[in-house]
């Protein structure tokens, strides 16, 4: 009893997650050739935007990080400047 663990993660068989390759998904900013994300590009600047009008996560939209840091300086800037909203209903 004192050796044996009560969780079932250690179970013989792997999760299936280590099995299944990982996809690596293409960062638009570099497949589309853009090396300065302008702020007043708000057509590119909308598609990283969710319904709300919040600036969706690296994790979801699949940028890097570089790209994601000044996507989101372009957004703010053009949220300053009126071109996009802060929120949207």
């Given at each position: 009893m004192r050796g044996e663990s009560k969780c079932k993660r250690n179970s013989l068989q792997p999760p299936?997650?280590?099995?299944?390759?990982?996809?690596?998904?293409?960062?638009?900013?570099?497949?589309?050739?853009?090396?300065?994300?302008?702020?007043?590009?708000?057509?590119?600047?909308?598609?990283?935007?969710?319904?709300?009008?919040?600036?969706m996560s690296r994790r979801r939209t699949g940028v890097t990080a570089k790209s994601q840091r000044g996507l989101s300086e372009a957004i703010k800037r053009a949220r300053f400047m009126g071109l996009l909203p802060y929120i949207a209903r």
């Open positions: 299936t997650s280590y099995l299944q390759p990982k996809l690596m998904k293409q960062d638009f900013f570099t497949a589309n050739n853009i090396k300065y994300i302008d702020y007043k590009d708000t057509e590119i600047l909308k598609k990283f935007l969710n319904p709300n009008g919040r600036i």
